[in-house]
């Protein structure tokens, strides 16, 4: 299980700064966000979900990370994800930026979750 949740966490970082890279270059370009870019931002969030579901796991089986800042950081990444479903403002262009931003800051916050789980 340990290794699993070791597996997801590359995934979450690959999702997390692909998603943020595409959704910034679309938001440069003026592009409409749909398509891929919706699809990849909404990858980034379902895999950071799932990164916290299996951390919950391991923490119910008595695993424990080595530093008590891998679930401070943890727990972080996943609010900056859920947080422009509150406060993204109507139109599409500033949810596309507050989505991707929000997913860039996600993605930091799991590279220091990495590092201080190993």
Same mark, same amino acid.
Request: without cysteine; positive net charge.
């Given at each position: 299980? =340990?290794? =699993?949740?070791?597996? =997801?966490?590359?995934?979450?970082?690959?999702? %997390?700064?692909?998603?943020?890279? =595409?959704?910034? @270059?679309?938001?440069?370009?003026?592009?409409?966000?749909?398509?891929?870019? %919706?699809?990849?931002?909404?990858?980034?969030? %379902?895999?950071?979900?799932?990164?916290?579901?299996?951390?919950?796991?391991?923490?119910?089986?008595?695993?424990?990370?080595?530093?008590?800042?891998?679930?401070?950081?943890?727990?972080?990444?996943?609010?900056?994800?859920?947080?422009? @479903?509150?406060?993204?403002?109507?139109?599409?262009?500033?949810?596309?930026? @507050?989505?991707?931003?929000? %997913?860039?800051?996600?993605?930091?916050?799991?590279?220091?979750?990495?590092?201080?789980?190993?």
């Amino acid at each position: 299980m =340990v290794s =699993v949740h070791h597996t =997801v966490a590359f995934l979450v970082l690959a999702a %997390t700064f692909g998603a943020a890279a =595409v959704g910034g @270059w679309a938001y440069y370009r003026r592009a409409e966000p749909r398509g891929i870019v %919706t699809h990849l931002l909404a990858l980034a969030q %379902t895999l950071l979900v799932a990164q916290v579901g299996l951390g919950l796991l391991l923490l119910s089986q008595h695993h424990r990370a080595p530093h008590r800042l891998h679930y401070l950081y943890g727990t972080l990444a996943l609010l900056a994800t859920l947080a422009p @479903w509150m406060y993204a403002p109507a139109d599409r262009r500033g949810r596309l930026a @507050w989505f991707a931003g929000a %997913t860039l800051v996600a993605g930091a916050l799991a590279v220091r979750a990495y590092m201080t789980g190993t």
